[in-house]
């Protein structure tokens, strides 16, 4: 019975707030690189693209946030998980201002590659924090209400994005993600407490090699990679399908 009432322990208004700006930046970052397989077609006639150069523009995101990752997840412990949020989803949304500004491939190329640069580890740092609030048993839910935004922006997000491209032209579907991005860290900004309690539990050793411990020294290294690897191709393979169907 006293495990029951602490698996069901009610969130304060805080860690709702929280959960909510977690989910939100979820729901932005995941739609920001959903949104462009299906406008796909819109922008290869906009901007003149072959379907081999829309691949790339899509495919951009994904290898520069995956370097993201791996370069940040040496020194990510060593900061105050606040400011680290702030810091990637400010880049984010500059990355996405500057696609609702791209008028050919290469900008929209750079554009993409900012853009995943600071969304890829938004994911995980919101994971982080996450730990860092709240107790054992309260995160599993926790997490399952943040990945709804996932879920929510294939539901949600996708259709009104398309709406808002066919109706005002796909760079203003950037800027709507844009606009909602930088609302949401604005409060992020003034309501979120910064989350320092890790900081005093780190080892002092250099960046490299805790990336070398992160990830050649845990046999579960392996299959996240793996397992991330085959979502993010399943997730952008369509994007390539629905190029050439389109022609």
């Given at each position: 019975?006293?495990?029951?009432?602490?698996?069901n322990?009610?969130?304060?208004?805080?860690?709702?707030?929280?959960v909510?700006?977690?989910?939100m930046?979820?729901?932005?970052?995941?739609?920001?690189f959903m949104?462009?397989s299906?406008?796909?077609?819109?922008?290869?006639?906009?901007?003149?693209?072959?379907?081999?150069?829309?691949?790339?523009?899509?495919?951009?995101?994904a290898?520069?946030?995956?370097?993201?990752?791996?370069l940040?997840?040496?020194?990510?412990?060593?900061f105050?998980?606040?400011?680290l949020?702030?810091?990637?989803?400010?880049g984010?949304?500059?990355?996405?201002?500057?696609?609702?500004?791209a008028?050919?491939?290469w900008t929209?190329?750079a554009?993409?590659?900012?853009?995943?640069?600071?969304?890829?580890?938004?994911?995980?740092?919101?994971?982080?924090?996450?730990?860092?609030?709240?107790?054992?048993?309260?995160?599993?839910?926790?997490?399952?209400?943040?990945?709804?935004?996932?879920?929510?922006?294939?539901?949600?997000?996708?259709?009104?994005?398309?709406?808002?491209?066919?109706?005002?032209?796909?760079h203003?579907?950037f800027?709507?993600?844009a606009?909602?991005?930088?609302?949401?860290v604005?409060?992020?900004?003034?309501?979120?407490?910064?989350?320092?309690?890790?900081?005093g539990?780190?080892k002092?050793?250099?960046?490299?090699?805790?990336?070398?411990?992160t990830?050649?020294?845990?046999r579960?290294?392996?299959?996240?990679?793996?397992?991330?690897?085959?979502?993010?191709?399943?997730?952008?393979?369509?994007a390539?399908?629905?190029?050439?169907?389109?022609?």
């Open positions: 019975m006293e495990i029951n009432k602490l698996d322990a009610p969130f304060t208004a805080y860690q709702k707030l929280v909510f700006l977690l989910a930046t979820q729901f932005t970052v995941v739609l920001d949104v462009m299906p406008m796909g077609d819109i922008l290869m006639k906009a901007i003149d693209l072959k379907p081999a150069q829309f691949g790339i523009a899509v495919s951009a995101y290898f520069s946030a995956g370097a993201s990752g791996l940040t997840a040496g020194f990510a412990d060593r105050d998980r606040k400011k949020l702030l810091f990637f989803y400010s984010f949304i500059i990355g996405t201002f500057c696609c609702s500004f008028n050919d491939y929209l190329v554009a993409r590659i900012i853009t995943g640069l600071f969304g890829g580890v938004i994911g995980s740092i919101s994971m982080a924090i996450i730990t860092d609030i709240f107790t054992l048993q309260q995160r599993g839910r926790v997490m399952g209400f943040v990945q709804m935004g996932f879920g929510a922006s294939q539901v949600l997000g996708i259709p009104i994005g398309l709406y808002i491209a066919n109706n005002w032209g796909w203003s579907a800027l709507w993600i606009v909602m991005a930088l609302i949401i604005i409060i992020i900004a003034i309501k979120l407490i910064p989350i320092t309690a890790h900081i539990l780190q002092h050793q250099s960046a490299l090699k805790h990336l070398w411990l990830f050649f020294t845990a579960i290294s392996y299959r996240l990679c793996c397992n991330s690897l085959a979502i993010h191709w399943r997730l952008y393979d369509d390539f399908w629905k190029c050439f169907c389109s022609q």
